[in-house]
């Protein structure tokens, strides 16, 4: 078969019409296939976009907007305390031994000199008062209270020396100064009384040595007690981000009002970092400060000259002051105060001036808030009623606050529980007063009363309570005290002791 043949053959003729079919068909899925998909893609992109309500944005951003301003309010008032405490210690030299030991040191030895240590520090302060050329910073004792130099750096980078004015460590509160011509903005101070729970709450301050940190977080919790060192302040709680360096900084609402001086964290970690519990002494604890710090550089504290005890079931169910709140004077120091006033052992104490008092801190901050001289009003519990008595303060020494020999009685006794006399392996009939604690020097301790005694009269007559006890203590010893006790199985008097 000739080419001319084979071309006009059948069978090439299917093979081309089946190829013409398979071009045609790939040419129109390419076609559609090249039309549809930026549509898909189009259709797919809409199905997973989300539209962000405008009114939700709104709120975003002017909250946002609002932590903005409270920084820029807050950043310039908030400084960095560089602090150096230099200490000096004796230089050991072992070089001639035993040279040394046998003829002494020789000539040009170094025995006997000391060297020079100097320690770094970094806190935070708040600028807080300005008087001509004099910038007053705010800050905790624990920052700057041992500090031999002192250097305030503010936020635009500028570095002063400065003093310090002065220091309290009860209140863990201090205060430095610096002199410049430039001008700084002083710090807002709001007021800490109307901080609630849930409250906003910015942190600003220099925690690790990060100058000008701004964080966020809420009032955990307000009235806590329980800070470092016997600190006498209730303090703010909160889950603010506080670290090392933050104390002495600002904690300000949502309105860039300072609120609180972040003072210290508590954590369980190695290096003391936060786990969202920081404490803040309360504004309003301090403002009284400011002004004596820089009047005389020390804070005075009002004195009552009571010893205070809070209250367990047993001791409320003995004095009928159940579900009460206040504060039990368990001493009285004679000429006090508080003994001049008429206050005395046993007393519970619920207001001061008409306010109600929440335990015993709460009456330790309120007393020592009030200022020597002034005669305050103090409603006391006694025997199933309130009395109301007239107290003039005076101003705390704590040379006199810690003399026993004038606390009376000097001894803590508490109600013969059936729990008690199990553990004390006592008859269940077995009345009588444990003698709980013995304050040395008191007259309880130079009359011979010990602990583990038991009370069983004063001055002569039969103590069938607790709160027969405080009555017989009120009344009946005004020139004399003695006490009728149980020791073991031994019943004894102690000696009299003239008031």
């Known amino acids: 078969m000739n080419l001319t043949q084979k071309l006009s053959s059948k069978n090439l003729f299917v093979f081309n019409l089946v190829l013409i079919g398979v071009i045609f068909g790939f040419s129109l899925a390419f076609l559609s296939f090249s039309c549809s998909t930026p549509q898909a893609k189009k259709a ?20 946002q907007t ?48 000391e060297r020079e240590y100097r320690s770094q520090g970094l806190g935070s302060g708040i600028i807080v008062r300005r008087d001509g050329e ?38 863990d509160l201090a205060m430095v100064s610096f002199k410049t011509t430039d001008v700084h903005p002083l710090a807002v101070l709001g007021n800490s009384d109307e901080v609630r729970v849930g409250d906003w709450a910015i942190a600003v301050g220099n925690p690790l040595g990060f100058m000008s940190s701004v964080t966020m977080g809420i009032v955990s919790a307000v009235g806590r007690t329980g800070g470092p060192g016997n ?114 052992p046993g007393d519970f104490i619920t207001q001061i001036n008409g306010k109600d008092i929440r335990d015993v801190n709460h009456l330790t901050r309120e007393v020592g808030e009030l200022k020597p001289g002034v005669t305050a009003k103090f409603t006391v519990f006694r025997d199933a009623k309130s009395v109301d008595m007239q107290v003039r303060i005076e101003a705390r020494n704590d040379a006199v606050a810690a003399e026993n020999k004038k606390l009376w009685p000097g001894v803590y006794v508490v109600p013969l529980t059936d729990t008690l006399r199990s553990n004390l392996q006592l008859d269940k009939n077995v009345q009588g007063l444990y003698v709980a604690q013995i304050l040395n020097e008191t007259p309880a301790a130079i009359i011979g009363l010990q602990r583990g005694d038991r009370i069983t009269g004063v001055n002569g007559e039969s103590v069938k309570d607790l709160a027969s006890f405080y009555r017989l203590l009120r009344e009946k010893t005004t020139s004399e005290l003695w006490f009728a006790f149980m020791r073991g199985d031994s019943p004894l008097e102690t000696l009299k002791f003239k008031r």
């Open 44 to 63: 797919k992109a809409e199905e997973n976009s989300v539209t962000i309500p405008q009114d939700a944005l709104a709120v975003a951003e002017g909250l």
């Open 231 to 344: 600190n006498i302040n209730d303090f703010i709680q909160t889950d603010t981000s506080i670290n090392q360096g933050n104390s002495g900084g600002a904690l300000v609402n949502i309105r860039g009002e300072v609120i609180a001086i972040n003072t210290w964290i508590a954590s369980n970690s190695s290096n003391g970092g936060s786990v969202g519990l920081g404490f803040a002494i309360p504004i309003n604890n301090a403002k009284r400060s400011i002004d004596e710090f820089i009047s005389s550089g020390q804070i005075s504290y009002g004195w009552l000259g009571v010893s205070l005890t809070d209250l367990d079931k047993d001791i409320a169910q003995a004095l009928g002051i159940q579900g009460k709140r206040g504060a039990l004077a368990a001493q009285v120091f004679l000429d006090s105060p508080a003994d001049k006033g008429g206050i005395r």
């Open 66 to 113: 609002a932590f903005r301003s409270v920084a820029n309010k807050v950043l310039p008032s908030v400084v960095e305390l560089k602090t150096v405490s230099i200490r000096r210690q004796q230089v050991p030299n072992f070089n001639g031994i035993p040279w040394e030991f046998f003829f002494g040191p020789r000539e040009g030895s170094p025995n006997g000199q």
């Open 134 to 171: 004099t910038y007053y910073v705010l800050t905790n004792n624990h920052v700057v209270g041992d500090a031999n130099e002192i250097v305030v750096a503010v936020n635009d980078g500028k570095e002063y020396p400065a003093e310090l004015v002065g220091k309290d460590e009860r209140k």
